[in-house]
């Protein structure tokens, strides 16, 4: 099993930044794509960005590419998203994910998860 704890959630004016770490424990080994997701009021989840831990290549929804980047630390077990520039549609909670395969951006391929942090964008 591998257990993901998301923080650094908050309120933040439009235009602002805000960093978000994921800290995994357990059976870390066994996994290498990490992933972002979020999800709106009354939305679906959708994809935000994924890393491959192993490689450190990186991937991006459209609507954040430019903004966000993800980065891990992989002595601390550790992934971050560095979000600049944010937008009140931003607002989500935001979901950290594992997965074993090396990258992937379909939740379904994700088995573990964190709890989720709550990202509130005022105008």
């Known amino acids: 099993q591998v257990q993901l704890v998301e923080s650094g959630g908050g309120l933040v004016r439009a235009g602002g930044s805000l960093r978000l770490s994921c800290a995994a424990s357990?059976?870390?080994?066994?996994?290498?794509?990490m992933g972002w997701f979020r999800q709106a009021p009354g939305k679906e989840r959708e994809f935000v960005g994924a890393?491959?831990?192993?490689?450190?290549?990186?991937g991006y929804a459209d609507s954040v590419k430019g903004r966000f980047t993800i980065s891990r630390d992989s002595a601390k077990n550790t992934m971050y998203l560095q979000m600049n520039s944010l937008k009140r549609e931003d607002t989500a909670v935001y979901y950290c994910?594992?997965?074993?395969?090396?990258?992937?951006?379909?939740?379904?391929?994700?088995?573990?998860w964190g709890q989720g942090t709550q990202v509130t964008v005022s105008s």
């Open positions: 357990g059976r870390t080994f066994s996994t290498d794509a």
């Open positions: 890393i491959s831990r192993r490689s450190g290549s990186t």
């Open positions: 994910a594992a997965s074993g395969l090396r990258y992937t951006e379909l939740s379904g391929q994700y088995p573990y």
